[in-house]
C-alpha cells in the first residue's frame, strides 16, 4: 500500500513538472520565433539602405564621370543612407548590450544637471525651444549614464520629429518615485496603437517615419533602458493633439 501511495505521489509529481516542462517549452519556442522575427526585420532594415546604396553606385558607374548631377545626387543619397545604417547600427548595439555589464557601470549621478546638459545639447539642432521645468537643483541616483542619456535623446528626438512646436520637460518627485515628463503638441498616437509603439521596429505611419529617418527601435531601447534602472514609460496622447512621454523611475536604487 505504501508502494502504491509513493508510486501515486511520483507519477503526480512527475505529470506536474511534465507540464512545467511543457508550459516552459512553448515560452521558449515564443521567445525563439520573437527573436527570429526580430533578426529578420533588422536585416531588412539594413538591406533598403544598402539596395539604395548598391544602386546610386551603379548608376555613378555609368554616368556619374560625364553628369556632375547625378554626382551630386548620388553623393547626397549614398552619404544619407549610409547615415542611416550607422544610426539603425548603434542602436542595434545598445539592444545587445549586456546587462551585466549595464548594472557594473551603474554610478550615483545628479540627474538634474544631466538632463539639462543633454537638453542644451540638443536645443543647438532643434529649431524650437525645449523647456525644463523643474524645482529641485539635485537629485542623486544610481544610473548607467551613458544610457539615461540616449533614453532622453530618443524621447526628445521623437517629440521633435513628429511636432512643430515647443517641447516641455518637466521634472516631478514624490517619496517614491522620480518622474521625467517630455511633452509635445504634435500629431499625437491614435489610441489603438498606443500599446505598440513601445514594440520592436513598430511605426504607427511607416512613410513619415522613413521620412524623419525613424528605425521604429527608438522607443523599444528607450523602454528597456526604463526597466534596467527598474522603472518604467507610460504614455498619454491624442490623436492632432500631442503625446507626454513620462519615465518614471524608483528612488530606492539612490
Ligand atoms: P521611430 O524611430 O520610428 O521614431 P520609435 O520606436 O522611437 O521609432 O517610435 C515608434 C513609433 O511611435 C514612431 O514611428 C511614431 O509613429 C510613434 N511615435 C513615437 N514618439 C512619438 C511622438 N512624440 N509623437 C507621435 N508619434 C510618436
Do not use: C
Request: proline share 2%; no cysteine; glycine share 4%.
Amino acid at each position: 500500500f505504501k508502494q502504491i501511495l509513493i508510486a501515486k505521489h511520483t507519477k503526480d509529481e512527475l505529470n506536474e513538472m511534465a507540464m512545467t516542462f511543457n508550459r516552459m517549452i512553448k515560452k521558449l519556442e515564443k521567445s525563439y520565433e520573437k527573436q527570429e522575427q526580430f533578426v529578420s526585420d533588422a536585416s531588412h532594415e539594413l538591406k533598403t539602405p544598402l539596395t539604395v546604396i548598391d544602386s546610386y553606385i551603379k548608376l555613378l558607374q555609368r554616368w556619374g564621370k560625364d553628369r556632375s548631377e547625378i554626382l551630386e545626387e548620388a553623393i547626397d543619397a549614398i552619404g544619407s543612407e549610409a547615415n542611416r545604417m550607422k544610426y539603425l547600427t548603434e542602436q542595434l548595439l545598445q539592444l545587445a548590450r549586456n546587462e551585466e555589464v549595464i548594472e557594473n557601470e551603474k554610478e550615483t549621478v545628479n540627474i538634474v544637471p544631466l538632463i539639462e546638459g543633454t537638453i542644451q545639447r540638443l536645443q543647438q539642432t532643434f529649431q524650437y525651444t525645449i523647456y525644463f521645468n523643474r524645482e529641485q537643483s539635485d537629485i542623486h541616483m544610481k544610473i548607467h549614464e551613458q544610457s539615461f542619456i540616449q533614453l532622453l535623446v530618443i524621447l526628445l528626438d521623437n517629440a521633435k520629429k513628429y511636432s512643430e512646436d515647443d517641447i516641455d520637460v518637466e521634472l516631478k518627485e514624490t517619496d517614491e518615485t522620480v518622474s521625467i515628463l517630455v511633452k509635445d503638441k504634435g500629431v499625437g498616437i491614435p489610441l489603438e496603437m498606443q500599446a505598440h509603439v513601445f514594440d520592436r521596429l513598430y511605426r504607427v505611419d511607416k512613410t513619415r517615419s522613413r521620412e524623419t529617418g525613424g528605425s521604429g527601435l527608438g522607443l523599444s531601447i528607450a523602454k528597456r533602458i526604463a526597466e534596467q534602472h527598474e522603472g518604467h514609460i507610460t504614455l498619454e496622447s491624442a490623436e492632432g493633439e500631442g503625446s507626454t512621454f513620462t519615465l518614471v523611475l524608483p528612488k530606492k536604487k539612490v
